[in-house]
């Protein structure tokens, strides 16, 4: 089972940018797709991003298209997400997800280790 860590949330005004960082541990990710999702309050967790196994397809959310960019770095076992022009809706834990197939197929119960996720807040 791989680990997952997420690190660089945090409050940031409307327009603003953020660079969430995942890094894996006790296995390494470089076969299998990844994800990011996230969950407001009140909300059901939703699917944000997604990279294949070798970076070289991505996935988005329709509000996440032109402004976030889902990359991996299989080298070093991580997975980040670039936002920017970031709005108040963006507001939500974002949680790094681990798929157990190559590709992603745009199926939620196919990412089966999660990390604990990080806040992001998005101020007017």
């Known amino acids: 089972q791989v680990q997952l860590v997420e690190s660089g949330g945090g409050l940031v005004q409307a327009g603003g940018s953020l660079r969430l960082s995942c890094a894996a541990s006790?296995?390494?990710?470089?076969?299998?797709?990844m994800g990011w999702f996230r969950q407001a309050p009140g909300k059901e967790r939703e699917f944000v991003a997604a990279?294949?196994?070798?970076?070289?397809?991505?996935d988005y959310t329709d509000s996440a298209k032109g402004r976030f960019t889902i990359s991996r770095d299989n080298a070093k076992n991580a997975v980040y997400l670039q936002m920017i022009s970031l709005k108040p809706e963006d507001t939500a834990v974002y949680y790094c997800?681990?798929?157990?197939?190559?590709?992603?197929?745009?199926?939620?119960?196919?990412?089966?280790?999660w990390g604990q996720g990080t806040q992001v807040t998005v101020s007017t």
């Open positions: 006790g296995r390494t990710i470089s076969s299998f797709a």
């Open positions: 997800a681990a798929s157990s197939r190559p590709f992603y197929r745009g199926r939620f119960d196919d990412f089966v280790s």
């Open positions: 990279i294949n196994w070798r970076g070289g397809a991505t």
